[in-house]
C-alpha cells in the first residue's frame, strides 16, 4: 500500500506522523488518513500524553492556502487506552463529505497508538494538504517536556477523471480524442436539518428505567455496606415499616425499589451515569446525523424558564404551555407543604421540572407476557394451593428452603397482596390511558367512564407512516417528507395528554414498583432451581427465563417473552417522547417530525416486529386506497387482547396438531408410499 508520510521535529521523545493511505486519488475517491503517536525511550506513552488533550488536523489547499479549515478531536487516556471525540462545533470540509473517524478508541500497544480518519468522496481536482497539531491539557512528564507537538504537513493530490491513451501505434493516423473514464457517482441521503428538541430524546433514552441497573442497585441495598447510596437507601427503608410482622426483608426490598425510582424516573437535565460512554455517545450522533449530545445545550436552548417567580424551574415546552395555563397557581416546594402545616394551594416544582418518565403501556404488555400471571402461579403454591383441573401439578416441585432470603421474602410478598393493586384497577387504567385492557377469566366486566377509543388507530397509523418514510429515505434521490409524520405525532399527543389525568400521576408509578420487584424476585437463583429454563437461549434480562419456562408448564401463551419485553420498553419510550414533545406548537414542523422518525427508528421496526410475533398483525404493511375501508385491514386497530387470544389459539392449534403427528396416535399409522422410479427399458 502506497503511502505519503511526514514526521514531527520536535526534540523530546514523542513522534507524530502523519500517512494517506492512497496518497494519489480522483475526482470521487475516498483514502484514509492515519496519525501514529509513538514514544521512543524509556517512558510510556501514556505518560507523556497525560490524561486529556487535543488532537487538530488543519486542512487547505494549495489554490488557495490563505483558507485554511481544522477539525479538531479531544482525546482521553485512560488505563492505556485512548479515546477521540469531535468538537462539535469544526465547519466540515468543503472539499469532500463529513470527515468520519475509522478508530476512536484504540490500545496503546508498544507505545504505539494511530488513530484514522476517513475522508470520502473527494469533489474537486487539485492538491491539497494536511498538518498536524497535538497539545496535552498540561506540560508532558512534568515540566520536563513542553505541552505540544507539531506534526509536518503532508499532501494529496486528487486528478480529475480524463486519462489520455498514450500507446504508440504502428500506423500513425489522425489524432484521436481521449475519451473520459467513466464518472464515479455517489449518492448519500439528505443532510438533516438539525432541531432542538432532538437532546430531549437523548435524555428519555438515558433516563428510561433499565431492569440491570435496578438489580445492581436493589443487590448493593441488599449486600454491599459501603454504598453510599445503599446507605441512603437503607436510611430510607429504616423509617418505613410494613404493618405486619417477619417481613423485614421484603420491606427492604419493597422501600429500596420505591427510593430507586425516586432517583431514577425524573426528566431531571442533569448529567447521568452514563452520558459518557463513548458507545452511546457514538449511538447519539448517529441517530442526530451528526448532532453530539448536549445538557447544556438543552438547558439553554430548548428548556422553558417559568417566568420570574421565586425558584425558578426549567421544563419542556409542552408543561410551559399547560403551566400558562394555570399561570395564578404558584409554584411550591416540598417544604413549603410540610413545614406549614396545612396543605397550600400550589404546584409542586419537581411535578413540571423533573415529570416522571414512565408509562403504563410497559405494564400491560409485560402483564400481558405472563408476568404478574407467574408471580401470582408462585404465591398460589407457596400457600400449598394446588391449580385446578385434572392432571399432575405443573409446580409440584416447588419446595424452597427456609435457610435463604427468598422464602421470608415471598412470604413478605403474600402478607402485602392487601396493599397491591389488582389486575382490575390496572386494567381499568389501561383503558382510561391507551383504550386496551385484558382478557380473561380474572377480568371483571366493568363498566368504564372513559375509554381512550382512537389512541391504538392514531398510534399504528403513524408506526405505518414512520414505515413509508424509512421506504423514501432509502432511496439517495428521495428527500423524505416529514409533514404526515408530523400529522400523526399530533394526534396521539392530544390523545396521550387526555389520558393525563386522575390516577395518571401514581398508578403507572405504583404498577412500575410492584412489577420491578416481581421481576427481582424471579430472577433469583432459587426460583430457578425448581422452574428451569433454557440457558442457551439469550434472554435479556434475567427473570425473562423463567416466565417462558412457567407458561410452558401451564400451557399459556407460548410467544417468548422477549417480544412482549420489547413492546414495553420501546413503546414506553415512543410515547414518551410524543407526550413530552410539543408537537402542537406552531413552532415545530415538519423538520422536527422527520428528525424524530430518523432518530426512533430502530424502536420503531423493533416494535413493529414485536407486535407482529405477539399478534400476527404487521403494522407495516401496504394498504392501497382501494382497500382502505374492507374489514379484515381494521383488524391492526383490534384490541392488542383480542388478537393476542386469537393468535394464541392458533398456536396452540399447531402444538396440538404437531403433537398428534408425531405422537403416541400416529406410530399406528402406515407410513406414506414413497415411489420407486421405474427404469427405462433400452430403446426408450
Not at 498538518?131 to 506540560?139: D, I, M, T, W
Not at 460512554?277 to 457514538?282: K, L
Not at 419456562?549 to 412482549?564: A, C, D, V
Not at 414506553?572 to 422518525?597: D, F, H, K
Request: aromatic share 10%; proline share 7%; net charge negative.
Amino acid at each position: 500500500m502506497e503511502a505519503t508520510t511526514s514526521t514531527s521535529k520536535s526534540a523530546f521523545p514523542l513522534r507524530g506522523e502523519l500517512s494517506f493511505t492512497k496518497p494519489k486519488i480522483r475526482v470521487g475517491d475516498d483514502t484514509e488518513l492515519e496519525l501514529t503517536l509513538s514514544a521512543e525511550g524509556d517512558i510510556a506513552l501514556a505518560t507523556l500524553l497525560t490524561n486529556a488533550g487535543s488532537i487538530t488536523l488543519e486542512f487547505w489547499s494549495e489554490a488557495d492556502p490563505g483558507e485554511r479549515l481544522e477539525q479538531s478531536y479531544n482525546y482521553t487516556v485512560s488505563n492505556r487506552q485512548l479515546t477521540l471525540s469531535p468538537e462539535p462545533n469544526d465547519p466540515p470540509l468543503p472539499f469532500c463529505s463529513p470527515l468520519q473517524t475509522v478508530r476512536s478508541k484504540l490500545s496503546i500497544t508498544n507505545n504505539v497508538v494511530a488513530p484514522m480518519w476517513r475522508l470520502n468522496n473527494w469533489r474537486d481536482a487539485g492538491r491539497y494538504s494536511v498538518r498536524g497539531r497535538l497539545l496535552s491539557a498540561k506540560p508532558m512528564k512534568g515540566e520536563e517536556y513542553p505541552t505540544g507537538l507539531e506534526i509536518d504537513d503532508i499532501r494529496l493530490a486528487v486528478g480529475d477523471v480524463t486519462v489520455i491513451d498514450t500507446t504508440p501505434t504502428p500506423d500513425p493516423g489522425p489524432t484521436v480524442t481521449p475519451l473520459p473514464l467513466p464518472l464515479p457517482v455517489t449518492l448519500f441521503q439528505a443532510q438533516r436539518e438539525a432541531s432542538d428538541d432532538q437532546d430531549l430524546w437523548g435524555l428519555i433514552r438515558r433516563r428510561t428505567l433499565n431492569f440491570s441497573r435496578y438489580c445492581n442497585f436493589i443487590d448493593n441495598v441488599l449486600t454491599d455496606r459501603s454504598s453510599a447510596l445503599g446507605a441512603q437507601a437503607r436510611a430510607y427503608v429504616s423509617s418505613r415499616q410494613l404493618p405486619f410482622s417477619r417481613a423485614a426483608s421484603y420491606a427492604v426490598l419493597k422501600y429500596a425499589t420505591e427510593y430507586y425510582l425516586m432517583q431514577e424516573v425524573g426528566l431531571a437535565p442533569v448529567a447521568a451515569p452514563g452520558d459518557a460512554d463513548p458507545h452511546w455517545a457514538a449511538s447519539e450522533l448517529q441517530r442526530t446525523g451528526g448532532k453530539p449530545f448536549d445538557l447544556n445545550r438543552m438547558r439553554e436552548e430548548y428548556l422553558k424558564n417559568l417566568g420570574d417567580e421565586e425558584g425558578k424551574a426549567l421544563v419542556v415546552p409542552y408543561l410551559d404551555i399547560i403551566r400558562e395555563r394555570l399561570k395564578e397557581v404558584p409554584l411550591k416546594e416540598p417544604d413549603d407543604i410540610i413545614k406549614s402545616g396545612q396543605l397550600t394551594y400550589g404546584i409542586l416544582k419537581s411535578r413540571v421540572e423533573a415529570p416522571p418518565l414512565m408509562e403504563l403501556i410497559w405494564s400491560y404488555w409485560h402483564e400481558e407476557g405472563g408476568l404478574v400471571q407467574t408471580m401470582n402461579a408462585l404465591s398460589l403454591r407457596f400457600q400449598n394451593v394446588r391449580r385446578p383441573g385434572p392432571g399432575p401439578d405443573p409446580l409440584a416441585n416447588l419446595a424452597i428452603d427456609p435457610l435463604r432470603p427468598l422464602n421470608n421474602i415471598i412470604w413478605g410478598y403474600i402478607e402485602d397482596e392487601r396493599n397491591r393493586l389488582t389486575m382490575n384497577r390496572r386494567n381499568l387504567e389501561y383503558q382510561y390511558e391507551y383504550g386496551f385492557g385484558l382478557i380473561g377469566r380474572g377480568v371483571q366486566n366493568i363498566a368504564v367512564a372513559e375509554h381512550r377509543t382512537f389512541f391504538l388507530r392514531g398510534f399504528h397509523s403513524l408506526l405505518r407512516a414512520c414505515t413509508e418514510f424509512y421506504q423514501q429515505a432509502n432511496f439517495t434521490t428521495v428527500i423524505p417528507d416529514g409533514f404526515p409524520i408530523l400529522n400523526h405525532l399530533r394526534e396521539v399527543h392530544l390523545t396521550l395528554a387526555e389520558g393525563a389525568h386522575n390516577q395518571y400521576g401514581d398508578l403507572p408509578w405504583t404498577a412500575r414498583a410492584e412489577m420491578m420487584t416481581q421481576q427481582w424476585i424471579l430472577a433469583r437463583p432459587e426460583v430457578r432451581e425448581f422452574l428451569g429454563g433454557r440457558v442457551m437461549v439469550p434472554y435479556s434480562e434475567p427473570w425473562m427465563d423463567r416466565v417462558d419456562n412457567m407458561k410452558s408448564l401451564q400451557g399459556w401463551n407460548p410467544t417468548n417473552i422477549t417480544h412482549f419485553r420489547d413492546l414495553g420498553a420501546f413503546g414506553e419510550q415512543l410515547l414518551l417522547s410524543i407526550r413530552y414533545g410539543s408537537w402542537n406548537s406552531p413552532t415545530v414542523g415538519a423538520t422536527s417530525a422527520a428528525n424524530w422518525a430518523h432518530y426512533w427508528r430502530e424502536e420503531i421496526q423493533r416494535y413493529i416486529h414485536a407486535y407482529k410475533a405477539v399478534t400476527g398483525i404487521d403494522l407495516a404493511t401496504d394498504l392501497g386506497d382501494i382497500r382502505q375501508n374492507l374489514p379484515e385491514n381494521e383488524e391492526r386497530y383490534l384490541q392488542p387482547a383480542q388478537l393476542i387470544e386469537r393468535q394464541n389459539a392458533l398456536q396452540q392449534g399447531q402444538l396440538r396438531r404437531s403433537r398428534q403427528l408425531n405422537g403416541p396416535l400416529a406410530q399406528g399409522r402406515r407410513p406414506f408410499a414413497v415411489p420407486v422410479p421405474r427404469r427405462k427399458a433400452l430403446g426408450e
